[in-house]
């Protein structure tokens, strides 16, 4: 999440810390616990760790028993790596998109390579060719014709390729349903921060989370979508 979008090694380069660049040891650096002990602070300058690292950390572990409870303890070790990885990648977009309005093609093509031999071996070819051919072309089509009216770019390049990618896992009615939700859903929480004055109208607001947080429903939690879906009367 930090080093992505500073086009940083995530694979070599050591942890450290982005003041001073000191090299953190193993023991500073334990999930949720270092950042307890630590008080937020780096061990070496003082200066203050984002809360965000904690936050995610928790979110993390939290996937990770959800998905050990619904796939390892029944042995289904493929498919709690492949809901684990998507879970991971969705948080990582998530989080870079609140803060960069940046939605990578690197995890967007991270996501392509787990999904696309999943729906090859599990979905029809139509399926997911739909599926992807409304998720990229009907939102491409809408934001060129919106640009083309109002001479503003409604959704930028990554939002377009996410919904591509998610409509490859959710077929041709999945995507729909998840176009028609996170435009809703992002409609609404716009217009709380601008009529709260959080936020001003002018200001363009990150997209990607709310095609993340519909995703991660219909992916994730396919049963209490349904349920959702019903009782909304939408289904």
């Not at 001003?200 to 990607?208: D, I, N, Q, S, V």
């Amino acid at each position: 999440i930090h080093r992505l979008p500073r086009s940083e090694d995530v694979v070599f380069k050591p942890s450290h810390c982005p003041k001073c660049l000191s090299k953190i040891r193993w023991y500073q650096n334990i999930p949720i616990f270092s950042y307890i002990l630590l008080r937020g602070k780096c061990n070496f300058c003082k200066s203050r760790v984002s809360i965000r690292y904690p936050v995610v950390e928790f979110i993390t572990a939290l996937g990770a028993l959800y998905f050990a409870e619904k796939y390892l303890i029944f042995g289904q070790v493929f498919f709690f790596v492949f809901y684990f990885s998507i879970f991971c990648a969705f948080v990582v977009h998530f989080a870079i998109d609140i803060e960069h309005h940046l939605l990578l093609d690197k995890i967007n093509l991270f996501l392509l390579a787990l999904i696309f031999p999943y729906v090859l071996f599990f979905h029809s070819w139509s399926y997911w060719l739909l599926g992807a051919g409304i998720g990229f072309g009907v939102t491409y089509l809408v934001t060129w014709g919106f640009y083309l009216l109002r001479g503003q770019v409604g959704l930028g390049g990554g939002d377009i390729k996410l919904f591509g990618v998610v409509g490859l896992m959710l077929g041709p009615v999945g995507i729909i349903h998840n176009i028609f939700l996170s435009c809703m859903l992002g409609s609404i929480v716009g217009l709380i921060l601008i009529f709260s004055k959080i936020m001003k109208r002018e200001h363009p607001m990150a997209f990607g989370p709310f095609i993340i947080i519909i995703s991660s429903f219909q992916i994730f939690m396919p049963n209490i979508f349904t349920d959702m879906m019903r009782w909304a009367g939408l289904l």
